[in-house]
């Protein structure tokens, strides 16, 4: 079994940048493809981006795309979320998964792992 946590969460202002920390205990993530998704109050959790287990290939929502950077380092069995041009609707708490698919699928039911959460508040 696989645990992750995220950090690097908090409160920014719009505009600002923030860098999210996945690290993994457990077991070695590198063969699984690395999922962030995030959820408001109220709302469905939704898919922001993904990386392959060697971190060749990417996958992002359309309304995070060149402005949200997804990285991993396997060395140190830990993923990276970094965050430019924040706005008010990134609010949400932010959550690391992992997927078994070869594919970078963006739906919630093709992970089998996931973090606790870590808040991100853009302020206006």
């Known amino acids: 079994q696989v645990q992750l946590v995220e950090s690097g969460g908090g409160l920014v202002q719009a505009g600002g940048s923030l860098r999210l920390s996945c690290a993994a205990s457990?077991?070695?993530?590198?063969?699984?493809?690395m999922g962030w998704f995030r959820q408001a109050p109220g709302k469905e959790r939704e898919f922001v981006t993904a990386i392959s287990p060697r971190g060749s290939r990417t996958r992002y929502a359309d309304s995070v795309k060149g402005r949200f950077t997804i990285s991993r380092d396997n060395a140190k069995n830990t993923g990276y979320l970094q965050m430019n041009s924040l706005n008010p609707e990134d609010t949400a708490v932010y959550y690391c998964?992992?997927?078994?698919?070869?594919?970078?699928?963006?739906?919630?039911?093709?992970?089998?792992?996931w973090g606790q959460g870590t808040q991100v508040t853009v302020s206006s």
């Open positions: 457990g077991r070695t993530v590198s063969s699984f493809s």
């Open positions: 998964a992992l997927s078994g698919a070869w594919m970078l699928p963006t739906s919630v039911d093709r992970y089998d792992y």
